[in-house]
């Protein structure tokens, strides 16, 4: 069975940083494209980064490029996503997800889903 679970969620204040991470079961770990989204209140599911985890690429949505950054422990199979300076407008659910189809942050290519993480950031 597929299993990603997230965790590292919480609430924070405005300017704090929070590392979330994303365990996957070890047989679908390898040689797969995980990614990061978020759901924002009212807001359409979007995506923030994805990394193939054999070679370590890394893609990030533009608007995500400063404060967000993948990145992943192999041997625990795990990916990370770090977010520094957090803003009221991160306030969302942070979905992990597992594709085959490339390193993309299209909603339809990621066929695994985690249970989500709650960012709650107040100002």
């Known amino acids: 069975q597929v299993q990603l679970v997230e965790s590292g969620g919480g609430s924070v204040q405005a300017g704090g940083s929070l590392r979330l991470s994303c365990t996957a079961s070890a047989y679908i770990y390898s040689n797969n494209y995980m990614a990061w989204f978020r759901q924002r209140p009212g807001k359409e599911r979007e995506g923030v980064a994805s990394i193939y985890t054999a070679g370590g690429d890394t893609a990030y949505a533009d608007s995500m490029k400063d404060r967000f950054t993948i990145s992943q422990d192999y041997a625990k199979m795990t990916v990370y996503l770090q977010i520094n300076n957090l803003q009221s407008e991160d306030t969302a659910v942070y979905y992990c997800?597992?594709?085959?189809?490339?390193?993309?942050?299209?909603?339809?290519?990621?066929?695994?889903w985690g249970q989500g993480t709650q960012v709650t950031v107040s100002s």
């Open positions: 997800a597992l594709g085959t189809h490339g390193l993309s942050l299209q909603l339809y290519k990621y066929i695994h």
